[in-house]
């Protein structure tokens, strides 16, 4: 839970990696790796690149921001490889998504 809770109020920063929140938690990466997956179900990179998508989704829905100002806000410092996650997990990419509403 404040590995979750940790991660939904940190996911914007690039910097985010399975060693800070390890740092945070005071446990070690190995251990931590167990856990998240048998308690989430996913990886670290997983569940991060999850929140980050959940968020970038919400802010093409509501906002006129450019795709990469959206990708820097959700954590992502590389807009080209923003936009091949998103396509790669939404399907279609940032842009295209975007027309949809």
Known sequence: EKAILFLNENYEDPHLSIQVICDHLHLSSSYFSLIFKKETGETFVEYVTGIRLEKARELLRTTTLKAY???????????????????????????????QF
């Open 69 to 99: 100002e959206i990708a820097e806000r959700v954590g992502f410092n590389n807009i080209h490889y923003f936009s091949m996650v998103f396509k790669k997990v939404v399907g279609v990419a940032p842009s295209e998504y975007r027309k």
